[in-house]
């Protein structure tokens, strides 16, 4: 039996926004592959996580993330249908997308992940197409960083490569150190604590080093298309508790991975 804490789950946003800024959103995410959105959450949902970050225990194996929140708390659990980052996924991956991943990032200095890579090809460019061959922009997944401290570039902000998603290869040693796709270079995602930073799991991006002695911190969610695996490690021998998901809504559920009987099984 899984015991989860006795938490508070703090005052989320539960108002869809219109269809106009659903369309301007998922344009950007399909044009550029990343998006920011600002006040995601409000303040008492932002100081809130900021705590549960702060003081959770490390998770054993990892320097960096905090994996399977949705163990942690059903605070954790209530923030993957928080507006608008819901509506705008359901959109973009479809009305059966749910979590591949639930972390927590506690950046430090001399600890985050500075190269630049993408995390996932899903459509792979051969290596005998040239890159100046247009392919398709692919979104099977979205990363969605919750930050709830202000990140500066002293912090170490995410950094992407505008449209590398439609790159579809992983950044080579001919890019340069500092990488670029046809003519944009690296922006910083710069922002405030209550801002969301989503990506498409296929552009180039890195956290750029932490010069200060503070944490990065972020909730990250990253939602996937129906047929995209789930990522909750040790994989094939985890088992997500029942008394875990009987504690959840419909919506919820199906949000972790409760679907249906379909393809495949």
């Excluded at 980052?85 to 600890?111: D, I, Y």
């Excluded at 490569?161 to 040693?173: E, G, T």
């Excluded at 990522?231 to 409760?258: A, M, V």
């Amino acid at each position: 039996m899984v015991q989860l804490p006795e938490e508070i789950i703090p005052p989320l946003n539960n108002q869809a926004p219109s269809e106009q800024k659903l369309a301007q959103w998922e344009d950007q995410l399909w044009t550029d592959g990343y998006l920011v959105i600002k006040n995601a959450l409000g303040a008492e949902a932002t100081a809130h996580f900021r705590k549960r970050l702060e003081t959770m225990v490390p998770s054993p194996g990892y320097k960096v993330s905090l994996v399977r929140l949705f163990e942690r708390g059903m605070d954790f659990i209530a923030l993957l249908e928080n507006e608008p980052v819901l509506s705008l996924m359901r959109r973009v991956l479809g009305p059966e997308m749910h979590v591949v991943m639930l972390q927590g990032h506690r950046n430090f200095k001399g600890g985050t992940f500075s190269n630049w890579h993408a995390d996932e090809l899903h459509v792979q460019r051969l290596a005998n197409v040239s890159d100046e061959v247009d392919y398709p922009p692919v979104i099977n997944t979205v990363n969605c960083h919750y930050y709830v401290v202000d990140v500066d570039e002293s912090l170490g902000p995410t950094q992407v490569v505008p449209a590398s998603h439609r790159a579809c290869r992983d950044p080579r040693p001919e890019d340069g150190d500092v990488p670029g796709w046809r003519g944009r270079g690296p922006v910083s995602l710069t922002c405030r604590a209550g801002d969301c930073v989503l990506q498409s799991g296929q552009i180039w991006h890195r956290g750029a080093p932490n010069a200060t002695g503070r944490f990065r911190l972020s909730v990250v969610p990253a939602y996937g298309r129906r047929f995209v695996a789930q990522r909750f490690w040790p994989y094939l021998n985890y088992h997500l508790s029942r008394d875990i998901l009987d504690r959840c809504t419909p919506s919820q559920r199906k949000l972790l991975g409760e679907h249906e009987i379909g393809a495949y099984g």
